[in-house]
């Protein structure tokens, strides 16, 4: 009897060791139950976005205040938030790169003379969800040039974090890699996680297997650009990843350029169904306020978006390499598949056979095929199906 008294007293010690370090401690994982499907929106710094003086995109102009509820006002009044974005976001640049003598952020009133805070309340009035910008540094990117700057939130998380949440009421956190500090990053997890309120969390710096718990999605590449080149070097960086990726973790190759000059229709439309295809993030990163329409179209093609947010949640990935052409596929919810014949010849009309193999699926197996940019169906084949394609253009298909 004495010794299951005592065993009794060790196993009820133990018990409330548990219980209270669950209730001190944070839970050791990202706990938001955020980004089932990948997230859809925008992030100004393809289109706005400047090194020094230097703008990414010729005779571009910064961002502020102003011109973020410009692109809100287009996203809410336009098939944009139809086909399901969501997201307005920011990045650097919104702070003045200090802390006020509270230990807060100082919001750059200059350019957002409504605070966050008031931007955030517009964004969310139109029905659309906003997003902020910081770094797992002492200092924000935009701000590492400015002496003595510390709006970084490197020993700031979780007061960065209730202000983040609470007073500006965000829904999504871009968190960068401005000379980073990696426990930083879960700091940051398990401080949104405290705040109680849902946030989307992007990570730049740290990649799969480690973010997988950390992040809703982590970037996989350097910085993306408007060249072609650049584009597909992005896509194949994310590709190695592909395992890692389903719903609530999601690889990154970073923004959209869609739209952006001097990409081609195709190139546009090739870039888009690659995207879709990987699961990655759908964020705009062009200047909505005078978008081409075909750029337009290819960003709210509801076929190739629904590629994207297929709720089985699989990263198709690079099937077939030759010297003029890719094939990229992946699986789909209800027994289907999704495929891209890419020429990778800037000109000239490449024939590409897709055999079922490339699938998975037997030779012998009749498959309806779909063509989600011509938005017509192209009959049952048996077998494999051959279909031109032009360069730097794609052939995007489901079958099933």
């Not at 706990?31 to 003086?53: D, E």
């Not at 098939?79 to 003045?96: A, M, P, Q």
């Amino acid at each position: 009897w004495i010794l299951f008294e005592s065993y009794c007293f060790v196993m009820t010690t133990l018990l409330l060791l548990f219980i209270s370090a669950a209730v001190i401690y944070p839970a050791a994982g990202l706990n938001n139950g955020l980004g089932l499907t990948p997230p859809m929106g925008f992030n100004p710094w393809n289109c706005f976005g400047r090194s020094g003086t230097h703008y990414k995109l010729p005779g571009s102009h910064w961002f502020n205040e102003t011109v973020m509820k410009q692109v809100a006002d287009v996203f809410a009044n336009s098939r944009l938030k139809e086909v399901g974005y969501e997201y307005i976001n920011l990045d650097c640049g919104w702070t003045t790169g200090f802390r006020d003598k509270h230990g807060n952020i100082e919001t750059n009133r200059t350019a957002y003379p409504s605070g966050i805070r008031g931007l955030s309340d517009y964004v969310h009035s139109l029905g659309l969800k906003f997003g902020i910008y910081s770094a797992a540094s002492h200092t924000q990117c935009c701000s590492r040039h400015i002496k003595g700057a510390n709006d970084g939130s490197y020993n700031h998380e979780y007061n960065d974090a209730r202000m983040f949440a609470n007073e500006f009421q965000i829904d999504y956190l871009k968190y960068d890699d401005c000379k980073d500090f990696n426990v930083s990053y879960t700091r940051m997890r398990d401080a949104l996680n405290q705040t109680g309120r849902p946030i989307y969390y992007s990570v730049h710096g740290i990649v799969a297997p480690y973010a997988v718990n950390i992040a809703n999605q982590w970037r996989t590449t350097h910085d993306i650009n408007n060249r072609w080149s650049t584009i597909m070097d992005r896509i194949m960086d994310s590709n190695q990843y592909a395992k890692y990726g389903g719903p609530g973790h999601w690889n990154n190759p970073d923004m959209l350029e869609v739209g952006n000059p001097p990409l081609t229709v195709a190139e546009n439309r090739a870039h888009f169904s690659l995207w879709c295809l990987a699961k990655a993030p759908l964020l705009v990163g062009t200047d909505v306020t005078k978008i081409h329409p075909t750029a337009m179209d290819i960003l709210t093609n509801s076929e190739a978006i629904a590629v994207n947010q297929d709720k089985l949640g699989v990263q198709g990935t690079l099937k077939v390499q030759e010297k003029t052409y890719q094939i990229w596929s992946g699986p789909l919810s209800g027994n289907k598949h999704v495929a891209i014949l890419l020429n990778l010849n800037q000109n000239g009309t490449q024939p590409t056979k897709l055999d079922w193999s490339v699938l998975g699926v037997p030779a012998s197996q009749q498959l309806k095929v779909r063509d989600l940019w011509l938005h017509e169906d192209l009959g049952t084949h048996t077998g494999h199906i051959t279909l031109d394609v032009v360069g730097h253009d794609v052939r995007m298909l489901v079958l099933g």
